[in-house]
């Protein structure tokens, strides 16, 4: 309740995501928004704390939750009970311009979450696009496939050392 005149869009996971019966809890006693779900994963993880209310905001990663079908399914069981849907998004351009393709398409999007200021100029050089965040808004490309090309110097460049590359 002390959040309160901060007026937060969401109080992001106040408890593990797991026990939703405390999360129900946190929910009924804040009028501050309760969004969880980056770490819960397919519909099954879902299902609970969209049947006990324990969230007001659904946050799915669709690079772990299951996929970007199965990311789109959450939003749709979500969309039944009326919860938002604000996507956690903290992967490459590419993974981002996926996420946008699914939030164009689910009626009860809210927003992206997104996060990569710290690594802006090499996600920038990320795609032979170059930025593809305009005033704050990724538009949709309306391109084959993602409407995105990867470049690959910049991808190579940002590789673990150690680890094997998925282009060659």
């Known amino acids: ?7 937060l869009l969401w109080l992001e996971e106040p408890v593990p995501p797991e026990n939703v019966d405390a999360m129900r809890e946190v929910r009924a006693s804040s009028r501050t928004p309760i969004c969880c779900g980056e ?8 299902r609970e704390v969209l049947e006990k209310r324990a969230a007001d905001i659904l946050m799915p ?3 772990k939750c299951g996929g970007l079908l199965e990311g789109r399914k959450i939003a749709d069981m979500a969309h039944a009970y009326y919860v938002p849907v604000a996507p956690h998004c903290v992967v490459s351009p590419i993974g981002t311009m996926a996420s946008c393709h ?3 398409a689910i009626p009860n999007f809210l927003i992206l979450e997104w996060h990569w200021l710290s690594r802006l100029e090499l996600w920038r050089d990320f795609v032979q696009q170059g930025e593809i965040i305009e005033k704050g808004f990724i538009p949709v490309p309306d391109r084959p496939g993602l409407g995105v090309e990867m470049n690959d110097q910049a991808a190579r460049k940002a590789q673990v ?6 282009g060659a």
Do not use: K
């Open 1 to 7: 309740q002390e959040l309160e005149p901060f007026r």
């Open 39 to 46: 770490n819960l994963f397919l519909r099954h993880g879902f």
């Open 61 to 63: 990663d669709f690079q």
């Open 102 to 104: 699914v939030c164009a």
């Open 161 to 166: 050392p150690g680890t094997s590359w998925f």
